[in-house]
């Protein structure tokens, strides 16, 4: 058994400890809403107070936040892990963040001492719960070795990806391809809406052809159900996109695409919609065309 520790227990990061827990590690987790952590609490977990006593418990620190920002705070704030964490311990972030500050904390666990892998996911929350999310790592090979194998606790589809931040550019590329595919799923499930089809049978057999795809077969089936709370809110998405548009630009790429996805999900948060699933920009084009 290995000390473990969990900082994040959200939508993603609730079911991916509880993998942990059950193949029987000890773990030590924060969050900062406690209660949301009560579930992994009852299956075993430990509570801290902070990311620092998580970190001063820990020989491998597992981390998925919302934001970027939120990585900073709980990595480098006061009485955070890395002013607490041990020589030789790992710290995994699994945070879609950025490529620039997952190369910030490599370097700067590397001159502590210890080390530092960034794993973003993708699968949302059925690949969570499932253990089947697609993990992809940057940083040293040898460290990505080393914790291999907790990732296949979480996931069934693990690579590493490269050097620090190789990981979250390959969960940007990830994000570019979704933001395309779910412009495609609501414009076709809008289209078979008016035409007055139904939408299940119509993915019952568009979801098996050439058109298939993860968003139309799992995120179009909850359209259809009229179910859109969050896999991945619109929230998270809209952080990724603008990280990716970001990273675009300092490269000199353009991708309109991208952008103009982007433009349909900020009209989402405008609406008051940024707590839903991705899913909810049916919502938004919905009520474009007056069909809400």
Same mark, same amino acid.
């Given at each position: ?5 969990? @900082? ?117 929350? @059925? ?7 697609? @993990? ?14 907790f990732f296949e606790l979480m996931g069934e589809n693990i690579a590493y990806m490269g050097s620090a931040g190789k990981g979250q550019h390959c969960k940007m590329s990830n994000q570019i391809l979704i933001a395309g595919t779910m412009i495609g799923v609501v414009e076709s499930l809008l289209y078979a809406y008016k035409a007055g089809m139904d939408l299940e049978d119509l993915i019952g057999i568009i979801g098996k052809g050439a058109a298939s795809s993860w968003s139309i077969n799992n995120l179009g089936t909850r359209i259809a159900k ?67």
């Amino acid at each position: 058994m290995k000390s473990v520790g969990w @900082i994040g227990t959200g939508v993603m990061g609730r079911s991916m400890c509880r993998h942990l827990l059950e193949a029987g590690h000890q773990v030590y987790v924060y969050n900062r809403t406690k209660s949301k952590a009560q579930e992994l609490l009852q299956a075993g977990a430990q509570w801290c107070d902070s990311p620092g006593e998580v970190a001063r418990r820990s020989d491998y620190l597992f981390s998925i936040v919302g934001y970027p920002e939120d990585v900073r705070e709980i990595m480098l704030g006061k009485n955070g892990v890395f002013e607490n964490i041990s020589q030789g311990s790992y710290v995994v972030d699994m945070t879609t963040s950025t490529p620039r500050l997952a190369e910030e904390l490599f370097q700067k666990a590397k001159a502590g001492g210890f080390h530092s892998l960034d794993a973003p996911v993708s699968g949302g929350d @059925i690949g969570a719960r499932k253990g089947t999310l697609a @993990i992809m790592v940057g940083g040293e090979e040898q460290d990505f070795e080393e914790v291999k194998p907790f990732f296949e606790l979480m996931g069934e589809n693990i690579a590493y990806m490269g050097s620090a931040g190789k990981g979250q550019h390959c969960k940007m590329s990830n994000q570019i391809l979704i933001a395309g595919t779910m412009i495609g799923v609501v414009e076709s499930l809008l289209y078979a809406y008016k035409a007055g089809m139904d939408l299940e049978d119509l993915i019952g057999i568009i979801g098996k052809g050439a058109a298939s795809s993860w968003s139309i077969n799992n995120l179009g089936t909850r359209i259809a159900k009229s179910d859109f709370q969050p896999g991945f809110f619109i929230k998270h998405f809209v952080k990724d996109m603008r990280i990716a548009l970001d990273e675009a630009h300092r490269m000199s790429l353009s991708l309109p695409g991208l952008a103009l996805v982007e433009q349909f999900y900020t009209s989402a948060i405008a609406l008051g919609h940024e707590n839903l699933g991705t899913q909810g920009l049916y919502k938004v084009l919905a009520a474009l065309n007056g069909m809400e």
